[in-house]
């Protein structure tokens, strides 16, 4: 008998007020507003260690909502997304009061130059001891391109041509400045670190150039944790090459099953192998002690969302403005520059406004999992079995009940199932995630770089490496 696999769960949240329920922040038990405050953060990664949660994944943009009415009109009042503060300066406080949370968190490759960007992240791996990773995103908004001083976004599968180069700048940076046994700390010899281990690159790319040094010395992992998020054609190549984990969109089970395959055959494709990856679906969960009570929460937390606010949200992510339609009005649902899933989903049902908006009655468009813990448990079980995943992305509803309903009830549930750790693992979060070692598989694109840069280091001269990242 094949061993039923064990769950991975994710707190999906966000640095703002309204992420993905919206509205929700108008529930007088809601604290979303105290996002501003450290106390709030370090509670949350509290609360999520002692449910034994393997990472908060923790979402960003850069830009602001404002297809919808073509203003920002709603997303201001509703909160959606705006204000929103940086997310990587959350973890160390946050991993200051916990030993193994993980923490996935969303940068945009569109908006800073890799060289700075490597620091930062090889920084948040040393003080994580290792527990950090990195949702690795290319842009959809325009607002967020004007804002630094470009017309538009780049083509879709142009983002993910220069989100490629950027990758190759980052492998070489992380992976092959710095040798192993660089860092010597010998205080009798005077030698902290060996000059002659220590490499210049040199990327030339398509899209970035820069020649120098990695400013931090290897970390726990050297490469964060690689998650993406992202189920277009180009995605999924993008995928293939570097996702280590893969957040992906799925109404039910056999939805997630279709794109699972397309995904770990995109991966064996690419070099490597199916379970490379682990993919995680994203789900919201309304639970209680009973399915009464849980029922009796929903119909209580749906008379304080948004519908609306969720629609001008899917409106940014679709590149449609939904108010310039009638409730039962054809929409119509052409080729976008914005997230190419999130419109062919979209398109394939034919959803009218009115639809889209009876969809959206929790203020997001999530699936949503209602009752007990062991009700709710049972379905997470069946969406993993049957929809071939690995794990959910848990989006936030009222905070932080959310969270501690969560732990109450559906962890229990799902352990009494063997289907969810009783203990953290040792080790960093590539290892508890993956299964394998601290660093980068040797199937992996970016591992591929490091093997390829030891061999360079015996014909090139010691300070200096100059490779192609294949």
């Known amino acids: 008998m094949t061993a039923r696999k064990e769950i991975l769960l994710n707190a999906f949240t966000m640095n703002c007020v309204g992420h993905i329920n919206h509205g929700l922040w108008t529930h007088p038990r809601d604290r979303s507003q105290d996002y501003t405050t450290i106390g709030y953060w370090t509670e949350l ?5 002692a ?7 923790i979402a960003d943009i850069v830009g602001v909502y404002d297809v919808y009415g073509g203003s920002i009109d709603l997303t201001a009042r509703e909160a959606i997304q705006l204000p929103v503060n940086d997310p990587t300066l959350l973890v160390p406080a946050m991993a200051a009061v916990t030993e193994h949370l993980g923490f996935g968190v969303t940068v945009n490759t569109a908006v800073e130059h890799p060289y700075t960007f ?28 004007r804002a630094v001083g470009r017309d538009a976004m780049a083509e879709h599968d142009e983002r993910y041509d220069r989100a490629d180069d950027y990758l190759d700048f980052l492998y070489k940076l992380w992976e092959t400045s710095w040798d192993e046994d660089a860092v010597r700390r010998d205080k009798d010899a005077r030698v902290f670190a060996d000059p002659a281990a220590i490499h210049e690159i040199r990327h030339d790319g398509p899209y970035y150039q820069g020649r120098g ?25 993008f995928a293939a090459r570097h996702a280590e984990c893969v957040f992906i969109s799925a109404s039910d089970p056999e939805a997630a099953r279709r794109t699972a395959r397309e995904l770990r055959a995109a991966v064996v494709a690419a070099g490597r192998q199916a379970d490379d990856i682990r993919i995680f679906v994203g789900l919201s969960v309304v639970t209680g002690a009973t399915d009464a009570e849980a029922e009796e929460r929903l119909l209580d937390y749906v008379a304080h969302a948004s519908p609306e606010a969720g629609l001008a949200h899917f409106a940014a992510g679709s590149g ?3 108010s310039r339609y009638g409730p039962d009005d054809e929409i119509a649902y052409g080729p976008t520059n914005a997230i190419q899933s999130t419109t062919a989903a979209a398109r394939r049902k034919g959803l009218s406004k009115r639809q889209l908006l009876d969809g959206l009655k929790l203020g997001g468009r999530y699936p949503l999992l209602v009752g007990s813990g062991d009700t709710v448990a049972a379905e997470m079980a069946r969406w993993v079995d049957e929809g071939e995943i690995d794990g959910f992305n848990l989006t936030r509803t009222v905070v932080p009940e959310c969270w501690h309903d969560v732990t109450r009830f559906v962890v229990p549930a799902l352990q009494a199932r063997g289907r969810y750790k009783t203990a953290y693992a040792e080790g960093t979060l590539r ?29 090139a001269p010691a300070s200096h490496l100059s490779l192609k990242v294949s």
């Not at 490597?118 to 391109?145: K, M, P």
């Not at 394998?436 to 030891?454: F, I, K, N, V």
């Open 51 to 57: 449910g034994l949660f393997d990472a908060v994944f």
């Open 213 to 237: 040094y990695h400013l931090s010395e290897p970390s726990p992992q050297r490469t964060p944790v690689l998650f993406q998020a992202g189920t277009s054609g180009r995605g999924q190549r």
């Open 320 to 322: 449609i403005d939904f």
């Open 118 to 145: 490597a620091r930062r992240f090889s920084t948040l791996d040393h003080l994580t001891d290792g527990r950090i990773g990195w949702n690795i995103v290319t842009g959809y908004l325009d607002s967020a391109a």
């Open 45 to 49: 990664a509290r609360t999520l260690e």
């Open 431 to 459: 290892r508890r995630l993956l299964g394998e070692g601290d660093r980068l598989a040797p199937r992996h694109a970016g591992a591929s770089a490091h093997l390829s840069a030891r061999t360079a280091s015996a014909a």
